[in-house]
């Protein structure tokens, strides 16, 4: 009976923050669609009556809201696909190793201009994987770190195996996720950045992809983080 009654506790609170997250979720959806919208509109009503000149750079104001609604559009359709109980892995022989160099070239850019400091260590024999997905999760790990990683940081990403499978590391010393964050980062639109800054917060959803995509793989993702010290993210992949 003792069992039992800890078992119900324990299902209350579990559905008790399920509810709670669903309505910030709701929240976050609104306040995500609600800001760019209203921006587009006050621009546009202000060039229709006249007041205000459509110029060159207020049209491109208009544009990149759009923009931004269609990239929160994206991203929740990407989100629905990869949680989708249809999801389909396309596997084939994948060398991590090869596709952590590709995500570093292809984003060498965003790293000169941070000045950051990344390094790679270890490689790994092949194995069968998503080579769209996994590098999906790569790009998201890695663009996180250097997001929030303060000029002239460093990144390192770590490459590891066993037996069994393929440990990836991507580790900074950035500005960290509060304790209080950490058992909800993986949910979709949560943010640690409670300003909800677009450009540092994005849209909260990248790591839920993460997880979605490695769990589709029978792999796992887990992180640790001291604010203000920096975040490790790890994913574990079987062979």
């Known amino acids: 009976m003792d069992e039992l009654i800890i078992a119900i506790n324990h299902l209350a609170d579990s559905l008790g923050k399920q509810e709670a997250l669903r309505k910030q979720?709701?929240?976050?959806?609104?306040?995500?669609?609600?800001?760019?919208?209203?921006s587009v509109g006050t621009h546009l009503e202000a060039m229709i009556e006249g007041i205000w000149e459509p110029?060159?750079?207020?049209?491109?104001?208009?544009?990149?809201?759009?923009?931004?609604?269609?990239?929160?559009?994206?991203?929740?359709?990407?989100?629905?696909?990869?949680?989708?109980?249809?999801?389909?892995?396309?596997?084939?022989?994948?060398?991590?190793?090869?596709?952590i160099d590709q995500v570093l070239n292809n984003l060498e850019a965003e790293i000169k201009k941070k000045n950051l400091h990344v390094v790679t260590k270890g490689k790994s024999s092949n194995i069968e994987a998503d080579l769209n997905r996994i590098t999906q999760v790569l790009?998201?790990?890695?663009?996180?770190?250097?997001?929030?990683?303060?000029?002239?940081?460093?990144i390192e990403v770590h490459l590891s195996e066993s037996d069994t499978d393929i440990e990836v590391r991507v580790n900074d010393n950035g500005i960290g996720i509060s304790e209080e964050d950490l058992p909800f980062i993986f949910e979709r639109f949560?943010?640690?950045?409670?300003s909800r800054n677009r450009m540092t917060g994005g849209t909260g959803i990248g790591l839920a992809i993460v997880k979605s995509i490695v769990s589709a793989h029978d792999g796992t993702v887990k992180v640790e983080s001291r604010l203000n010290e920096g975040s490790c993210f790890t994913i574990i992949l079987p062979k």
């Open 25 to 38: 979720l709701t929240a976050d959806v609104a306040h995500e669609l609600r800001t760019p919208l209203t």
């Open 55 to 99: 110029t060159t750079e207020r049209l491109q104001s208009c544009h990149d809201e759009i923009l931004r609604i269609g990239k929160i559009i994206q991203d929740l359709e990407r989100l629905a696909k990869v949680e989708s109980e249809n999801l389909k892995l396309e596997k084939t022989k994948i060398n991590i190793a090869n596709v």
């Open 139 to 154: 790009i998201n790990l890695i663009t996180n770190a250097i997001k929030y990683t303060p000029e002239g940081g460093m």
């Open 190 to 194: 949560y943010r640690a950045d409670k």
